[in-house]
């Protein structure tokens, strides 16, 4: 953020009896002129002083938290206003301002904190934090709720920050990139378990559930009414997770069943995470297998706009161009015209189905250079092939598709690593619903800052 941060180690500071503007070692200073003892102006941090200023003098005027405010004031919030109860003429508390949690929540993106008691605590420290709160408290409880339950909210946020470029003509939707990016889940390997382990936990934990009310009614005052709440809200959690387990778990297995089915190998048997029911363990750029979820982004590639984003749990990205465009057609009414993807997406049923929606695609062929170095023609059609199909295999062989596909790492991967160093290496919360209101909100943020570059860009070109 705006600070600097020394350990121990690093920075060895003065003794509390030296803070004073007196200390020991400036008393035992020899004096270089032989007239006197040299005359130094010296620290006085314990003189207590009154600074006249208000937040908005004390914050810079160029400061990113004016650009995010600015940005998110213009934006449309009433889906938020219309659910508050409080309103002129009748009785309640005032409600927090969604303007003030949306833009603390984008700042917190843009500065890679994904943390609402981490955000709560920079809203008391942070002069950036306090100049967005305006002297409005806040509590990690009320941040942490506004990013978590409102994902459809937040997503209404997104489609409206493109239909509003797409209207200014700096979103044209006619070529767009789309990469997937894995991203670790809030649950522990251990967390993993059979099936049959999972119908015993989730039995135990149903009969905890049991008790804690037979207790509530036996003995109602040995706990306190709040005690008491937080212990069955726990336990119900618990339980809902082992059901939400088993069943995903059922999924998985039928799941492996059909591919085991294909391929003749005997099935493994499935796993589910008691923390996160709906993670998968599933294989990283590092190579390691650990829990995570497959974020993918859409990407406009003149604008560098984000216009898709999906959250799932499949290990590979085989099937997710189709409903990305779908997607797409559903936020905009328009399908775009082109799609640059890598090979992990070029299947030929996703092939058939993207020209079908009446998208070109453009992805590298497989095993190209083992086919050219082989003396066979990798472009030529193929026994079984679609029109689609082998329009695609053609498509890839001229120099024109080369150029267009370069595109494709110059935007979707810039936009993943963009989002990789705000932070998107582990999913803050628990849930596909809710991972995929934390990519939306990634997506909200780079939209606004690329909007404000585009801007820019567009008066330099007009002046």
């Given at each position: 953020?705006?600070?600097?941060?020394?350990?121990?180690?690093?920075?060895?500071?003065?003794?509390?009896?030296?803070?004073?503007?007196?200390?020991?070692?400036?008393?035992?200073?020899?004096?270089?002129?032989?007239?006197?003892?040299?005359?130094?102006?010296?620290?006085?941090?314990?003189?207590?002083?009154?600074?006249?200023?208000?937040?908005?003098?004390?914050?810079?005027?160029?400061?990113?938290?004016?650009?995010?405010?600015?940005?998110?004031?213009a934006l449309d919030l009433n889906r938020w206003l219309g659910e508050?109860?409080?309103?002129?003429?009748?009785?309640?508390?005032?409600?927090?301002?969604?303007?003030?949690?949306?833009?603390?929540?984008?700042?917190?993106?843009?500065?890679?904190?994904?943390?609402?008691?981490?955000?709560?605590?920079?809203?008391?420290?942070?002069?950036?934090?306090?100049?967005?709160?305006?002297?409005?408290?806040?509590?990690?409880?009320?941040?942490?709720?506004?990013?978590?339950?409102?994902?459809?909210?937040?997503?209404?946020?997104?489609?409206?920050?493109?239909?509003?470029?797409?209207?200014?003509?700096?979103?044209?939707?006619?070529?767009?990139?789309?990469?997937?990016?894995?991203?670790?889940?809030?649950?522990?390997?251990?967390?993993?378990?059979?099936?049959?382990?999972?119908?015993?936990?989730?039995?135990?934990?149903?009969?905890?559930?049991?008790?804690?009310?037979?207790?509530?009614?036996?003995?109602?005052?040995?706990?306190?009414?709040?005690?008491?709440?937080?212990?069955?809200?726990?336990?119900?959690?618990?339980?809902?997770?082992?059901?939400?387990?088993?069943?995903?778990?059922?999924?998985?297995?039928?799941?492996?069943?059909?591919?085991?089915?294909?391929?003749?190998?005997?099935?493994?048997?499935?796993?589910?995470?008691?923390?996160?029911?709906?993670?998968?363990?599933?294989?990283?750029?590092?190579?390691?297998?650990?829990?995570?979820?497959?974020?993918?982004?859409?990407?406009?590639?003149?604008?560098?706009?984000?216009?898709?984003?999906?959250?799932?749990?499949?290990?590979?990205?085989?099937?997710?161009?189709?409903?990305?465009?779908?997607?797409?057609?559903?936020?905009?009414?328009?399908?775009?015209?082109?799609?640059?993807?890598?090979?992990?997406?070029?299947?030929?049923?996703?092939?058939?189905?993207?020209?079908?929606?009446?998208?070109?695609?453009?992805?590298?062929?497989?095993?190209?250079?083992?086919?050219?170095?082989?003396?066979?023609?990798?472009?030529?059609?193929?026994?079984?092939?679609?029109?689609?199909?082998?329009?695609?295999?053609?498509?890839?062989?001229?120099?024109?598709?080369?150029?267009?596909?370069?595109?494709?790492?110059?935007?979707?991967?810039?936009?993943?690593?963009?989002?990789?160093?705000?932070?998107?290496?582990?999913?803050?919360?628990?849930?596909?619903?809710?991972?995929?209101?934390?990519?939306?909100?990634?997506?909200?943020?780079?939209?606004?800052?690329?909007?404000?570059?585009?801007?820019?860009?567009?008066?330099?070109?007009?002046?």
């Open positions: 953020m705006d600070s600097l941060l020394f350990s121990r180690d690093e920075f060895s500071g003065p003794s509390p009896g030296e803070v004073a503007g007196q200390t020991a070692s400036e008393d035992a200073l020899e004096p270089l002129n032989p007239v006197g003892k040299p005359r130094l102006r010296v620290p006085h941090r314990k003189q207590v002083e009154m600074r006249w200023a208000s937040l908005d003098e004390m914050l810079e005027p160029g400061h990113p938290a004016r650009a995010v405010w600015a940005a998110v004031a508050i109860k409080a309103v002129e003429g009748q009785c309640g508390r005032d409600a927090t301002d969604p303007r003030l949690l949306a833009a603390l929540w984008i700042y917190a993106t843009l500065n890679a904190i994904a943390s609402a008691r981490e955000l709560d605590r920079l809203c008391e420290k942070h002069l950036a934090c306090q100049w967005l709160c305006g002297g409005v408290t806040v509590n990690y409880h009320l941040l942490a709720d506004f990013r978590s339950q409102g994902g459809e909210k937040w997503d209404g946020l997104l489609t409206q920050i493109v239909a509003g470029l797409t209207a200014e003509g700096l979103v044209t939707m006619q070529r767009v990139a789309q990469d997937g990016m894995r991203v670790r889940a809030s649950a522990g390997s251990a967390s993993f378990r059979r099936r049959k382990r999972l119908e015993q936990f989730y039995e135990e934990a149903r009969q905890q559930v049991e008790t804690l009310k037979r207790l509530a009614e036996e003995d109602p005052e040995e706990l306190s009414q709040r005690q008491r709440a937080a212990q069955q809200r726990a336990a119900e959690e618990r339980e809902k997770r082992l059901k939400a387990a088993i069943r995903n778990c059922e999924q998985l297995q039928e799941q492996r069943e059909k591919t085991a089915k294909k391929s003749g190998r005997r099935p493994s048997e499935a796993r589910a995470s008691t923390t996160d029911p709906e993670a998968r363990v599933m294989k990283f750029p590092d190579g390691g297998s650990r829990p995570g979820y497959n974020v993918q982004f859409s990407t406009d590639t003149p604008s560098g706009i984000i216009v898709g984003v999906e959250v799932t749990n499949a290990g590979t990205d085989a099937e997710q161009l189709p409903p990305m465009l779908e997607q797409i057609e559903e936020r905009y009414e328009v399908t775009p015209k082109e799609a640059l993807v890598d090979g992990g997406f070029a299947s030929l049923e996703a092939i058939e189905q993207a020209t079908e929606q009446g998208c070109t695609v453009y992805a590298p062929l497989k095993d190209e250079q083992k086919q050219l170095a082989q003396g066979r023609d990798p472009y030529a059609r193929k026994a079984g092939d679609t029109a689609a199909v082998a329009a695609w295999r053609a498509r890839m062989g001229t120099a024109v598709a080369k150029t267009i596909y370069k595109w494709r790492a110059q935007t979707a991967e810039w936009v993943n690593a963009l989002c990789r160093n705000r932070g998107c290496r582990q999913m803050p919360v628990r849930g596909s619903t809710k991972c995929r209101t934390v990519a939306v909100l990634y997506a909200i943020t780079h939209n606004l800052i690329q909007a404000l570059r585009l801007r820019a860009k567009a008066e330099a070109g007009t002046s």
